[in-house]
């Protein structure tokens, strides 16, 4: 098995890997897994984690609505809704469904003339400071540049979310600027530092800038 994988497909679903890393589709056999990684990383997301203001609607998405949603938006082509997993069985033996640690989506994505994408991301705290997120990051936005040709690829940051920070430093996007109470995060209106690539600034593979003289991970 090749130890980078980004597909020339358009069409969802589509599942990226590198190494032991992997970004797929979630499926409803992950509902179990979703639920323990959500529940373990509370604490730990809580002071990102986008929430409902008062005036809201406060009913809660089940998994199922969650993954219907998803996929509606995945086949329109509107987003890229995959979880981060890893892969214990790779390269000796990949397994078919790597266990879910996380998320990097591409959402937002819009057509006609502009041709953009939203990147967001979250990892559970049991992988962190791998180097995970940067690497998913960099293989997200490979697949959107390489394959679907998106011009334009924009990641929002709270300016208190130093790991974040890090994050976009490692894959080489930009700051552009602030956006003014963005979202609802942590139960108030959230300023967010923008950080954009755009097709003309991005590599021939930001994995290879991500993984430099290192290999790819393994288990």
């Not at 591409?106 to 006609?112: K, T, Y």
Request: glycine fraction near 8%.
């Amino acid at each position: 098995m090749k130890p980078i994988v980004i597909p020339k497909t358009t069409r969802w679903p589509v599942t990226l890997r590198a190494g032991a890393l992997v970004l797929r589709p979630l499926t409803r056999m992950d509902q179990p897994d979703w639920d323990e990684v959500r529940i373990a990383n509370r604490e730990w997301l809580r002071e990102w984690d986008a929430t409902t203001p008062p005036q809201g609607m406060s009913n809660a998405i089940t998994f199922g609505l969650m993954l219907q949603g998803q996929r509606t938006a995945a086949r329109r082509g509107q987003s890229l809704p995959w979880v981060l997993a890893w892969d214990d069985g790779w390269p000796d033996h990949p397994v078919r469904r790597p266990k879910l640690i996380g998320q990097v989506s591409v959402s937002g994505i819009a057509w006609g003339s502009a041709w953009y994408g939203y990147i967001g991301y979250w990892i559970d705290h049991r992988f962190a400071g791998r180097g995970l997120v940067p690497l998913g990051v960099a293989l997200a936005s490979d697949y959107c540049f390489q394959t679907l040709h998106l011009h334009r690829l924009e990641i929002d940051i709270l300016p208190k979310n130093e790991r974040s920070h890090r994050v976009v430093e490692k894959v080489g996007f930009q700051p552009d600027g602030r956006r003014r109470s963005l979202l609802h995060i942590n139960g108030e209106w959230s300023d967010h530092d923008v950080f954009v690539m755009t097709a003309e600034e991005a590599p021939d593979s930001l994995v290879a800038r991500v993984l430099g003289a290192r290999p790819v991970p393994s288990a």
